[in-house]
């Protein structure tokens, strides 16, 4: 086909178009959910969690995890009567096959770690790149394809909720199971838990029940001197816990 | 009020640097995706793309819509709050072809004491046992109905 100058001012105004959807990128994944009319964070209740590792084994599972590395983790505190300030914490695999029984005096009890889901997170603020961003309804999360895997983010998250992917070299970290709460679903973690002791919490619905709960019950965030604005609550925490 | 001498001079950095300008803004936008800065400092489009990954774990609201039996004998029992994934595994493939993927057969003898074999850190209130001494190596739901586990006589074996 011979391009004449008629065909060419006819064929620009289409590549201009097809370029332009090329730049626009992927459309929206879930059409009813609406960024703006969520604000998500968690529950952990110190009181009902019983150390079984329903939820690392299930984070690993929905989230593809490499062996080795955890998005959440359980980690048993133990705290003798006599060194309140220094407990003895373990976490064999991230408490993923359990615990083994072990017979001592004192406190001890088992501590969930994940995300925080900070509203002034340390580690988006360090991403040197734009990789890392808080999104409109409050989820940490990182772009794979914008990710250069320089571990800034890893150092900076005073909870030490993030792992550089060795295979991917990114840095990956917990996502609230971005895909499964846009859907109405629970979060993995939340769904094999057996007692109820994660429980996902959208604070900007009204007739959620963490609300409700807040008002009634002791609660803290982990390191709250550290200012992030932890969305991560815990029912019952000791002090003991770092 | 003379003429500069070198205008000429001037004129052709001035348009080196008004080319490299334009080339700058045309470059920048051909290279920075157009959803970037939507939010915020980051590609906008990451959202929906994370969004996008598949789901492995199917959720009690999706096996409650066939397996309502189930749910309605646990919603009496102790176990209420345990949701059918956390023993059965993950099950999405299932719950989307119900007839070829079949669930796993599940060994009690591994699943009950993940919960209630006794650890010290425990709840005290949370009933747990000492297997070996419990059962006497007798399979758990020989006695307990694993969906609505306590024994209505009363009586403990």
């Known amino acids: ?242 | 009020m003379t003429r500069f001498k070198d205008f000429e001079h001037l004129l052709r950095v001035a348009l080196v640097f008004l080319v490299g300008a334009v080339a700058f803004v045309v470059v920048r936008s051909i290279l920075v995706p157009r959803s970037f800065g939507e939010y915020g400092h980051y590609r906008g489009n990451a959202i929906a793309e994370i969004a996008t990954q598949p789901i492995v774990f199917a959720g009690h609201q999706t096996c409650e819509a066939c397996h309502c039996d189930v749910s309605d004998l646990k919603s009496k029992g102790k176990h209420v709050t345990v949701n059918c994934e956390a023993c059965h595994g993950a099950l999405a493939r299932h719950a989307g072809d119900p007839t070829t993927v079949q669930p796993p057969k599940l060994d009690t003898a591994v699943l009950c004491v993940r919960c209630h074999e006794i650890n010290g850190a425990r709840p005290k209130s949370f009933p747990q046992i000492v297997a070996k001494e419990h059962s006497a190596g007798v399979s758990c739901e020989t006695c307990h109905q694993p969906h609505s586990p306590l024994i209505e006589t009363g009586a403990k074996p």
């Not at chain 1, 998500?40 to 690392?56: A, E, Q, Y």
């Not at chain 1, 914008?146 to 970290?173: D, H, M, W």
């Open chain 1, 1 to 242: 086909m011979k391009i004449t100058r008629r065909r060419l001012l006819i064929l620009l105004p289409a590549a201009v178009v097809a370029w332009e959807s090329v730049l626009a990128g992927t459309p929206e994944a879930a059409p009813n959910y609406k960024l703006t009319e969520h604000w998500w964070g968690m529950l952990l209740d110190i009181d009902k969690c019983i150390g079984c590792g329903n939820c690392v084994r299930a984070c690993a599972t929905e989230n593809d995890v490499p062996d080795g590395y955890f998005r959440t983790w359980v980690e048993r505190y133990h705290v003798s009567d006599d060194d309140l300030a220094d407990p003895v914490v373990d976490s064999p695999d991230g408490g993923k096959h359990g615990f083994p029984l072990l017979e001592r005096g004192g406190k001890n009890f088992f501590v969930p770690k994940m995300c925080n889901h900070c509203a002034d997170s340390p580690c988006t603020q360090v991403c040197p790149v734009g990789a890392t961003f808080i999104t409109p309804d409050g989820v940490v999360l990182v772009d794979k394809t914008y990710c250069v895997g320089c571990r800034y983010c890893i150092q900076a998250c005073p909870y030490g909720c993030r792992f550089l992917n060795s295979k991917t070299q990114t840095a990956e970290k917990c996502t609230l199971c971005y895909h499964r709460i846009t859907k109405g679903l629970t979060t993995a973690c939340c769904e094999a838990c057996p007692t109820g002791a994660r429980q996902l919490a959208d604070l900007k619905n009204p007739k959620d029940p963490i609300h409700a709960f807040l008002r009634t019950h002791s609660v803290q965030v982990l390191k709250p001197y550290m200012a992030t604005g932890a969305k991560v609550f815990y029912n019952d925490l000791d002090g003991s816990v770092r």
